[in-house]
């Protein structure tokens, strides 16, 4: 079956109710939304909406820096506590920028 769902950061802006904004997502359609904000799991959730995908890891730098890996590690693991928790079945990472490399 097609699911199908927003990025959260394409609509959401300063100006943005986000309750409005997921409340007419759920009512057109949508089945989730994914890269929501944390503070706003709870209302997705209460919404009937899925939360596809969540960041793994702040963005940059990414793994392909070694100096990064222990706190990257630690981020990812958090990470996966967290989508275990709010059943999010996708997380995001990035092997980062080649800068030099």
Do not use: Y
């Amino acid at each position: 079956m097609l699911k199908q769902a927003f990025t959260w950061w394409s609509f959401f802006k300063p100006d943005t109710d986000p309750e409005t904004l997921l409340r007419r997502a759920a009512e057109i359609g949508f089945d989730g939304v994914e890269l929501i904000d944390e503070a706003f799991f709870p209302l997705a959730k209460d919404l009937g909406l899925e939360i596809f995908s969540h960041r793994g890891h702040e963005r940059e730098p990414g793994f392909n820096r070694r100096d990064r890996l222990a706190s990257l590690t630690t981020e990812l693991e958090a990470a996966l506590k967290l989508a275990e928790r709010w059943r999010i079945p996708n997380l995001i990472c990035f092997s980062g920028d080649r800068r030099g490399l």
